[in-house]
């Protein structure tokens, strides 16, 4: 006398899960790339920081190169006479054989007259 329908059929199901299959599988690669931009400024942040060390190793033993820094605005020039010290650090970029990125720091400390 009643029809009762309580749960979903079996095409239903799998009708879904084939949505959902295609979805995903549509979606998946973003997620790849933001896995991999993370990883790259992880790396980048890295090397970074290790420039950064090299700097502070060479501050504390003095061994920057003596240069000469010149500000002009139109008939006036400032020279400043500074040690510049120089930081290269590299690090991998993802999805790319054998190519790397190089962070560079310069650092300038003036002589105080």
């Given at each position: 006398m009643f029809n009762k329908?309580?749960?979903?059929?079996?095409v239903e199901i799998i009708i879904s899960i084939t949505l959902l299959s295609i979805i995903a599988i549509?979606?998946?690669?973003?997620?790849?790339?933001?896995f991999n931009s993370i990883f790259s400024a992880g790396d980048?942040?890295?090397?970074?920081?290790q420039a950064q060390q090299d700097i502070i190793n060479d501050l504390d033993s003095g061994s920057g190169s003596?240069?000469?820094?010149t500000f002009s605005n139109g008939s006036i020039n400032i020279n400043i006479n500074a040690n510049m010290y120089t930081a290269t650090s590299s690090y991998k970029k993802?999805?790319?054989?054998?190519?790397?990125?190089?962070?560079?720091?310069?650092?300038?400390?003036?002589?105080?007259?």
């Open positions: 329908n309580n749960g979903f059929t079996l549509a979606v998946f690669p973003v997620f790849i790339n933001i980048k942040t890295v090397a970074t920081y003596s240069t000469t820094v993802p999805n790319v054989k054998a190519a790397s990125e190089q962070v560079q720091i310069y650092y300038y400390r003036y002589a105080t007259p």
